[in-house]
């Protein structure tokens, strides 16, 4: 979705948070992979006794920059949003309604939603998820007592 482009709201309904990826997280998420992806590989190379360890492990890491490199402008352009009723996902016209969370967690760097139909939804490369769990169950359990 374009930077200018917002989720039509129902009526009365309020936008508490607008959620993005965080620019230095997503790189941080890629080097570990690939610091990651470069030490098996040459382990594996290793144990095969592989006299190219160095072309291996190099090859690794230029694969994992590769993908970086493709996928970081989708991943840091897209968006969610947190409203009083519901998290609305990047396209804009799917979301999860807060009454359907089962249980939000953080996974990694990233934040979970499991609904209780069993859907899964990650929010990925966040700078604070621990903040973001917190605030969706907030405005979850706020949700549950306006809708008793």
Avoid: C
């Avoid at 249980?103 to 939804?121: E, M, N, P, S």
């Amino acid at each position: 979705m374009a930077d200018d482009i917002a989720p039509e709201l129902e009526k009365g309904e309020k936008l508490r948070r607008e959620i993005r990826s965080d620019k230095r997280i997503f790189w941080r998420d890629h080097l570990w992979m690939a610091l990651i992806g470069m030490a098996l590989v040459a382990l594996v190379l290793w144990l095969m006794d592989n006299a190219f360890i160095l072309i291996g492990t190099f090859g690794a890491g230029a694969a994992v920059a590769v993908r970086a490199l493709y996928l970081a402008s989708e991943a840091l352009a897209s968006r969610w949003w947190l409203t009083d009723r519901r998290v609305i996902l990047p396209d804009g016209k799917r979301a999860v309604m807060l009454l359907e969370i089962e249980t939000v967690r953080r996974l990694f760097g990233d934040v979970q939603i499991v609904t209780r139909a069993g859907d899964k939804y990650l929010i990925k490369h966040l700078a604070d998820g621990d903040a973001l769990v917190a605030e969706i169950t907030a405005a979850r359990d706020r949700r549950r007592k306006v809708a008793r």
